[in-house]
């Protein structure tokens, strides 16, 4: 459909259905020259998105020349993020976004992003600019290294947390420490477990069935996928200046569940290159 200015609207994408397994091969058309597909889950982020989505296409344009995406899935915000999005989508050749009605939650958007990826390389940023942008050149130098997986992480050299309480510090120290212990292969294998911020190369996963739980998308990975190269950059989790957490004490409940169920899964002596 063509608007006043004569430009075409660009697809609302909805949610794929069925299991969270990615495809091996792009599904989105043939041809395609994308290399990296940069997930945005997001919930209520108008106040962020933009500002987001053309520092990430300034600053990848650089490496790769046109050939990323950036994927915005956000799950019907109240605050029509996904309406917004795709208003920019209509001036952002690089930019999709998919509208999710049904289901709900952080990590089975970012797959549901990923199916309907067209890169080898697969990516999740968050969309309140907490991530700082820059952090994704450094990720994509170094998958383009040959890691199979590259995690942003605030606990090695030039990493860090900007203004957190001493609460929250504990409960994410306690936290790791707690999944070191329950899955020593899975969570003992990266310094930042709770990252939200990782490249991944999408022949890691393919066809893996992923059961993600509350937020914890990276453990998951790590835990189903088949990754042998895992590297790490630093970086500082930004403050919040617009919008609101969605973190709750359920994340914290989902946490445990989902340490549980992969413990299950990979029997008492987790295999890191299980997959189902
Ligand atoms: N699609 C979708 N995105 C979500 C959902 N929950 C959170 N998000 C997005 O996931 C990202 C991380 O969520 P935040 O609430 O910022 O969590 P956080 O960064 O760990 O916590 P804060 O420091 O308190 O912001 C943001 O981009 C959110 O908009 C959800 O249920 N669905
Ligand atoms: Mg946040």
Redo the contacts with the bound molecule.
Sequence with gaps: MKDARGTSDPPLYAAPSGPLRVSPKEMSGTGSDVRLSLV??????RQNIEALISQLCSLLEAPLAGAFELIV???DSPDETWRLAHELARDNPRLRVMR?TTE???SS?VIRGWQIARGDILGVI???L?HPPETALKLWNEIAQGADLVVASRNIKGGGVSDWSIIRRFLSRGAQLLGTIVLPKVVGRVTDPMS?FFFIRRQSIADVALKPLG?KILIEVIGRGRIKWISEVGYV?QE?TE?G???TWKQYIDYLRHLMRLRLASGASPQTDQHE
């Design positions: 945005i889950p997001t919930f209520n982020e899935v956000d799950d999710r709900k939650g952080l958007a968050d969309a309140d907490q939200g937020y989790f919040r919008g957490s969605k973190v």
